[in-house]
């Protein structure tokens, strides 16, 4: 297989460059999960996505910037954004979606690696943020949809009251080392949701 | 030096054992925070500390256990108990002193490999599991003085207002890489305090 193949498969989408590329980025996730960051080298990703060594170093520089394209490739896939109809159904669906990812496998792994290695390597701080960022984005809506429905005070902050809402899940995976679940989820959004939905709006002009 | 020094050092508080444990504990702390737990070795430790390899590996059988001390040791000195006279004014006290702690290089260090390392190394689990609980029980004193001086109902649960009020700052910290301000803490706790501070005692019997 020479670089000729790898020339048109670079042009063609979904031909043999896409393919290599989804395979070693699986290899990526599936190594941060299983040893860590601290573990990965070239070496192992090539041997686990069946690919040579020298694919890798063509097309990716080093590791950190190897790691931070698998983190922001999966970052748009693992949580839907709910549309329920009510701002309590939407929101205990994405509470719900949040415990699921992060007490599964992979997405446990990920955020480790992020959490652990944002901090020493600017490419995976990078990319980190560009994730956290976009997840905010699309899950405010649902915020600004109950400010549309008039079951939300337009004066609410939306970013600051989801915050409010998956801090706790992640503190007891991260911090605590509680148990995660959907009904200490619950149990959150129910205490929340009188100050998301039914705070006055505040002094009227 | 010999064994037999150290042997006597063990036995007087404050001797040269304990002065030995102290360097080599706060050795640990300072590898963690410059370096990480991926790259901590006995050999540095000694040398920072300024003693022998091999008094490292006649008190502790591995890096796990002397991490797993260091945590510990570290875990009851660097947040007070505030104890202002009021509810808001201690959860206050309390939301600041975390702030300070967890963005100082040692407190955001140490909880950096407690995140990272309490997964894959058992000695820092349990140690990071004991930290916790008692941080947690320490401070839902400040609960249980609101709900004895009638601030607070009695049907509250302490831990769960504790972890909504302190999570954001740990969510800012490790996870969305946002600042952790003495603001936002402000901001958290003023929105919280009517759920702690306000809320009807639920059905009288």
Request: aromatic share 4%; proline share 6%.
């Amino acid at each position: 297989m020479g670089a000729q193949d790898e020339a048109a498969g670079a042009r063609r989408p979904g031909g043999r460059s896409a393919r290599v590329r989804q395979a070693v980025l699986t290899a990526v996730l599936d190594e941060l999960v299983e040893s860590g960051y601290g573990a990965l080298t070239f070496d192992r990703v090539a041997a686990r996505a069946g690919v040579h060594r020298a694919t890798l170093y063509r097309r990716w520089p080093g590791r950190e910037q190897l790691v931070a394209e698998a983190l922001l490739a999966q970052a748009g896939r693992d949580i839907p954004l709910p549309d329920t109809g009510t701002l309590r159904g939407d929101l205990r669906a994405l509470a719900h979606a949040v415990v699921t990812n992060i007490t599964s496998p992979l997405g446990e792994g990920l955020l480790r690696t992020l959490v652990s290695e944002a901090v020493r390597v600017p490419d995976i701080s990078v990319a980190g943020r560009a994730f956290w960022e976009q997840r905010f984005t699309l899950a405010t809506e649902i915020i600004r949809r109950g400010i549309r429905r008039g079951e939300v005070p337009s004066d609410v902050d939306p970013q600051l009251m989801l915050e409010l809402l998956i801090a706790p899940l992640f503190l007891r995976l991260l911090v605590t080392a509680e148990p995660v679940t959907t009904a200490h989820a619950d149990e959150v959004l129910d205490l929340l949701l009188p100050l998301i939905g039914s705070t006055p709006a505040g002094p009227q002009l």
